[in-house]
């Protein structure tokens, strides 16, 4: 997705002035952009009339490019589509805060439960992990291994008690245990059935619980969020959580699941390990679809640091070549003013940490200039 996104907008560079005729023909391209990483069409729809609309008619702020612009606006609208802010966990007032994970099978549910039992306990809380899926073999195991391996207790009562049961029973033995957070691993189907919903709705009812994470793979695209509608329709979820998002390189289902089921994605999974869990935040996600680095922060860097009146006249003495050395240093100490150059480089688009990888920027080299 980002490689098409920065095709349409490099034809925009170069231009001094944008005409309607240009922002369209630049949305028509983000729009099939959008449409090949599969985001769902009515989200596609909605995002490119916003951005048009935004975009035609405006006034260009005076210290971007016409282009620079253009994407300012898809990268703010982008962060809308995922919500703005990051989501955090409902948290009850009166612990143990319940947290019911649901899903269709191989999502990455149980993992997820483990992971974000790591991700509670690095935090000081007492998470307490519940193995609520009966049917899955060796799912119970799963589970207790995965405690095993970041120190956090699992509740079970083997595969012969019912999943409500099960849930109830792992609540009330928080409250002996003293764990603040209860995580409910739950059994998945390769499908949505009746069955499994119903048997969902019932653990729900029985321990109402502060989050209903739907945990999902991104890697399935559009799919994934038909999957989110039907869950948010029998169970009205409170909270996404996209799993495999190291796989994905489309991010279709990252950019819908907000738009269409109204819930916000609170958590992502990059990877197999226990510590690969990341809090979603929309804005980050959003750079990384458009995969231009944190260009707009260098941009809003660059507009914070340096003084505009001064970078005037600066220009107008290096015009008139009454630039002193002075001035030189001024100069200089403006620069440093937006951090370690090595940082400002990272944000340059294409010049990814890799390459940067043994470049060593000295300081003492602006340092010494300066004395
Ligand atoms: P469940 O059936 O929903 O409980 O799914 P599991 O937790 O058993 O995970 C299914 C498979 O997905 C396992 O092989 C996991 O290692 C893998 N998996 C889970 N989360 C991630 C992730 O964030 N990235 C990658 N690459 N693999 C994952
Ligand atoms: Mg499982």
Redesign the pocket.
């Known amino acids: 997705l980002s490689s098409k996104l920065q095709e349409a907008f490099k034809k925009l560079k170069g231009k001094g002035k944008l005409t309607e005729k240009d922002v369209k023909d630049a949305m028509r391209e983000v729009k099939l952009a959008l449409l090949e990483a599969d985001v769902n069409y009515k989200v596609v729809k909605d995002f490119i009339n916003t951005v048009s609309e935004r975009s035609v008619g405006q006034e260009v702020m005076e210290s971007l490019t016409p282009a620079q612009h253009v994407i300012k606006i898809v990268n703010e609208e982008l962060v809308t589509l995922m919500g703005k802010t990051e989501s955090k966990l409902n948290v009850s007032s009166m612990p143990p805060t319940i947290i019911m994970f649901v899903?269709?099978?191989?999502?990455?549910?149980?993992?997820?439960t483990g992971k974000l039992a790591l991700y509670l306990k690095k935090h000081n809380k007492k998470p307490l992990l519940v193995a609520a899926?009966v049917y899955?073999p060796a799912?119970i195991k799963?589970l207790q291994v995965l405690g095993n391996q970041i120190d956090v207790p699992v509740f079970s009562l083997g595969d012969k008690v019912s999943p409500v049961d099960i849930a109830k029973a792992g609540v009330e033995n928080a409250k002996k245990i003293g764990a603040d957070y209860v995580i409910i691993?739950t059994a998945?189907r390769l499908h949505i059935d009746e069955q499994l919903m119903d048997e969902l709705k019932n653990i729900k009812e029985a321990i109402n619980p502060n989050d209903i994470m739907l945990?999902v793979d991104a890697m399935t695209g559009q799919d994934a969020v038909n999957v989110a509608e039907q869950f948010n329709a029998s169970l009205d979820i409170t909270g996404v959580i996209l799993?495999?998002?190291?796989?994905d390189t489309r991010g279709g289902a990252a950019l819908s699941i907000r738009a269409v089921t109204g819930k916000p994605i609170k958590f992502a999974?990059?990877?197999?390990k226990l510590s690969?869990l990341e809090v979603f935040h929309p804005d980050r996600m959003a750079s990384r679809i458009l995969g231009m680095g944190d260009i707009l922060s260098l941009i809003e860097k660059a507009q914070e640091s340096i003084d505009e009146k001064q970078a005037l006249e600066m220009q107008k003495k290096l015009m008139t070549q009454q630039f002193t050395l002075d001035d030189f240093l001024s100069q200089m100490q403006q620069m440093k003013k937006m951090g370690p150059l090595k940082d400002i480089l990272k944000m340059v688009p294409g010049l990814d940490s890799a390459k940067l990888g043994d470049l060593e920027v000295d300081e003492r080299e602006i340092a010494r200039t300066e004395q």
Do not use: H, N, P
Request: aromatic content about 0%; hydrophobic content about 25%.
């Open positions: 899903g269709l099978q191989g999502a990455g549910k149980t993992t997820m899926d899955r799912a799963q691993d998945g945990v799993t495999k998002l190291d796989g999974g990059v990877g197999e690969d």
